[in-house]
């Protein structure tokens, strides 16, 4: 089998210590299997998890990586064509649990906790991300399936989409509703079987169709006739491509592959342009009740969101691991203050600025995998809990969720950029591979909402919920880790600084309640980008905290692994938190600049 | 002929009129055709010159965009074959005087002012990047021979170069010398009849080799036997691939192209894997004195770099006008502020954060060309001026040329992933143009020095050059707009915001100079980086003052335009100049994180 050939790829696409030192050490994760709900798995066991998708990644996606780029889905007589090692992932993530693994055991599920799934998501996405995808949707489809549709439904789809026989997807997107998916079109049409017949185009179905599976299952978003217009008349259905007859066997349903998106990275994945019922043929299964889809899909969407934001970071952590090596191995230049020419070369790494970059990438993307394993920890928390613990842990997700999504989406595309940097002018060349993590992980400030969206998600809604009780209670929480920090001479000053950039953004957002009171919500929300990536800023410097909490607190972690993160703590204090001042001052600003103007003036 | 077939372009590339408005108005460069050096030239000659490029831009450059992406280089039979309309291309440069425009008329060029060639090839690198360097490349090796080689030299190579039909290329990278000049190992070894022998390999050669040209004519840097080590040892060669006998027949000159990089973009123009001397016989002329070839192409090196953040620039542009007309055709969703879901749908651009992200796009851009044809007109004035004056206008560029290469360099990268935001989900396929300008812009921040190196050369040479001359030439140049922008009440914040920041950077400066002698020169330059960056937020934050001064200070200006130029003018200040904050924060800091640690614990 051809594989990743003469690529330079580095040796390494991810530190497990650094990420056992999250579950264990930072959040103490394995306390969550003291709860019932959790209680098959032990530290142990979830150990063994990550072992078995360590060997996965390196055996079945890491060697797949480049290929997958070169060679791209196409669409063959109707059916789309993948790289055909997607079979064989699909087929081992059935065999051994790992598309269940989140399920309930009521419907052949392993009750992993979320924390542990995401731990194990990181890893294959950082091996590969096109080719982690079509499990992870196929349990986000499955997770829709189990929440919200009948029993019976769950007897039909679930098995098969378990042991990676079927694949689902979410599809959402039509050509008139990417953003403002309030404007949804596919319309369903009640028949007097209880089936839908369903009428429509989605576009940007990622693994929409595929030949690495039987059949594709759609948790597909539309309009039932005479529903009421906006968000609250969408329905979501079940629409396989392939439906079952009495007897057992498939018939086709009327779906169509029209299309295959051919994009600048990400290519392994193939994302479809698909018709619904050109026959006037193709049949949905209401999931839940009527006018409630989108809803039931929200509820769905943290997971989703998370996992945008957590595939940012591993791709980001290949690009960081590759440049590494070669940072290390690369011979240009001398000191600076060397002044003879005849000394020899010395590693890159050596240099300054190559720190600089190293450490821009690496602080980025701990404290990133820390934020992203939070919130499902959170998510675990939640579904575990009652009563005020679980409204907290819920109310503190949903505050999170954008700011996971969207932030290290963001930076992932610098963080990449950094890679390629690092390997001068081989970084430009196909020959090396940090220029297709940078065009892979171009997508994920697109998909699953952009990030102008998550902004208004996070000031328009997540800000204000409950009258602001989430973040009072993220506040509680970060400045519990504050005061610990402020208590040793190594994070002290650092855990002032970070003090008073918090009293700095609820200085802002009183201000901010100020003129959305005065100029109305336009003005409130047009720089809530800018809003969502101070909030980011501050959050991460919170991780950073917690970390060095950690390295403080616990006597077993070695002195060589605390001063590689305490480096990085430094860094992002040093480096990246005086970001903040300068989202701030604009942010605090009553010159409006984008609201109340003529846009012929952007000419 | 196939062409950019069905991907979305937008219908332009670049602004006319805001080219023209810096031209003219804001610099009114113009008047440099008062000196006799440039007198054969006037504003209506300079404008039928850019009338000429725009057309020549639009048949032959902008229509084979996409296809130049599709069908990369290969080198087959020992040649590169590259896309046959750079045969057209080479051919109607040479037949329109462009290749030699800017040469004197003893070699038969045109004496055009730098200013107006850099604005056409602004154009050029708009419509098609790739399409427009092989002109560009032959006319930097040109002035070279023009300025620094022998008499004879010229009259062998230089009418053939202008014509078009042999390319010239700088043949100075090698497998371990890049950012490291010092470290060319290339032999050169002087034979009786004068010539070099020369024997080495060169790497990233642009157009190093195409058979859209008769000859490659190389001007290759290379040690001579016995030379000193380090830069005090280089000497630069004329080494043609076909060297010309004495009957004037042309015979292989023993260069062998042994490879073409494949690369993420940029890629219609062959960047080349150069074997000079396989077979021992390759001759190299020798240009002006041994050992004292780096000078001469270091003198070269203000132009080739002063292209770069042209051409970043210019391909910010062409996505820039790309999104723009997107977003004001592209549907969805609706003013914040409307509840109503049968509302119909609005144009992006009525979205607030989408005029942030167009903003952010074109006051780079303009800003950018603002300071680009500054920096040219400089050269033009340092050209034909004398005495205290030409030093002033040398000394100013010089420090302005790592700030103009670099600055827009890294912001290209930015403003064409915004670019591919405003696109959403068709920004990330390759149907929409945006994916390629942004795969394109990446080499900038790499070739003609990384953005460390020309940290290192503001902050370790420039800043300091003369006791510091430059730099307080500059800012008095500065100063002077800033006081003629305080006498306008639309202006006077700006300038008072803009005035502050400078004191800043001038506090900074001297702060860095006593960590020099404190700490010595790795601790001064270790975030020199930082400093480059700051100081091209400040350089653009003086562009906007220039463009905003002449708003006020010129009556012909139509008011639509005015408006603009002023909304552009309070974005950069509202939004971009308060980025100088984070990063004299960070500058200030005697936290020195990347200095004096051990590089294990960067893992």
Not at 120 to 125: A, D, F, R, V
Not at 173 to 192: F, H, I, N, R, Y
Request: charged share 20%; aromatic share 10%; hydrophobic share 40%.
């Amino acid at each position: 089998m051809q594989t990743n050939s003469s690529v330079f790829l580095g040796d390494k696409f991810y530190n497990r210590e650094h990420l056992n030192f999250i579950l264990f050490d930072v959040l103490k994760a394995e306390t969550i299997t003291q709860y019932d709900y959790f209680s098959d798995h032990t530290k142990e066991t979830v150990e063994m998890y990550l072992d078995a998708t360590d060997q996965f990644s390196k055996e079945y996606l890491f060697p797949h990586l480049v290929e997958m780029d070169r060679v791209q889905p196409e669409l063959v007589d109707g059916r789309i064509r993948v790289h055909r090692v997607h079979r064989d992932i699909m087929r081992i993530g059935g065999e051994n649990g790992w598309i269940s693994i989140l399920a309930s055991k009521e419907v052949g599920g392993m009750q992993m906790p979320s924390v542990f799934s995401t731990a194990s998501s990181y890893i294959m996405g950082a091996a590969n991300y096109s080719g982690c995808v079509f499990m992870g949707l196929t349990m986000g489809a499955a997770h829709l399936i189990e929440a919200f549709a009948d029993k019976k439904y769950h007897d039909l789809y679930l098995p098969k989409m378990f042991a990676g026989e079927w694949q689902g997807t979410m599809a959402l997107t039509e050509p008139g509703a990417g953003s403002s998916l309030s404007d949804v079109v596919t319309t369903a049409e009640k028949q007097d079987d209880g089936t839908y017949k369903i009428v429509g185009q989605k576009i940007f179905i990622s693994c929409g169709d595929s030949d690495a599976v039987d059949n594709v299952v759609h948790l597909l978003l539309a309009r039932v006739k005479g529903a009421p217009a906006g968000t609250k008349g969408i329905s979501m259905f079940i629409v396989p491509r392939e439906r079952m007859k009495e007897d057992g066997t498939l018939e086709h349903n009327d779906v169509t592959s029209i299309g295959v998106y051919h994009k600048m990275g990400y290519k392994g994945a193939p994302i479809a342009h698909l018709s619904f019922g050109e026959n006037n043929d193709c049949r949905g299964w209401l999931v839940g009740e009527e006018n409630k889809g989108l809803s039931y899909m929200f509820q769905m969407m943290n997971e989703a969101r998370i996992s945008v934001g957590l595939h940012a970071t591993s791709i980001s952590s290949a690009a960081y691991y590759a440049s590494l090596k070669y940072a290390n191995e690369r011979l240009q230049g001398r000191n600076i203050a060397e002044k003879n020419p005849e000394m020899p070369q010395i590693p890159i790494i050596q240099h300054a600025d190559v720190k600089r970059m190293l450490l821009f990438q690496k602080t980025f993307i701990d404290g990133a995998l820390c934020l992203e394993l939070q919130c499902a920890y959170y998510a675990d928390l939640a579904r575990v809990e009652t009563g005020e613990a679980q409204e907290k842990y819920h109310l503190m997700l949903e505050l999170l969720t954008p700011v996971a999504k969207s932030y290290p989406a963001e930076m992932s595309n610098l963080s990449t950029s950094t890679a390629i940097q690092i390997f001068g002018g081989y970084g430009f060349t196909k020959d090396f591979i940090a220029e297709q993590y940078y065009r892979e992980t171009r997508i994920h400030t697109i998909h699953e909402g952009t990030t102008a969206i998550h902004g208004l998600d996070l000031l328009g809604r997540k800000v204000m919920m409950k009258g602001g009780k989430a973040v009072m209670l993220l506040m509680q929480e970060v400045m519990g880790d504050i005061a610990k920090a402020k208590q040793h001479d190594n994070t002290k000053a650092q855990a002032v600084a970070l003090e008073k950039k918090l009293g700095q953004l609820q200085e802002l957002s009183m201000h901010l309640m100020g003129v959305a009171q005065k100029e109305g919500v336009e003005a409130y929300l047009s720089d809530a980008t800018l809003y969502l990536e101070l909030f980011g800023v501050l959050v991460m410097g919170w991780q950073w905290i917690k970390m060095a909490n950690t390295c403080n607190e616990n006597g077993n972690i070695d002195e060589q692994f605390k001063g590689s993160k305490f480096l990085c703590f430094n860094y992002y204090f040093e480096y990246e938190l005086p970001k903040a001042e300068a989202l701030l001052q604009r942010l605090k600003s009553t010159n409006r600049v984008t609201v109340g103007i003529d846009s012929t003036l952007i000419d």
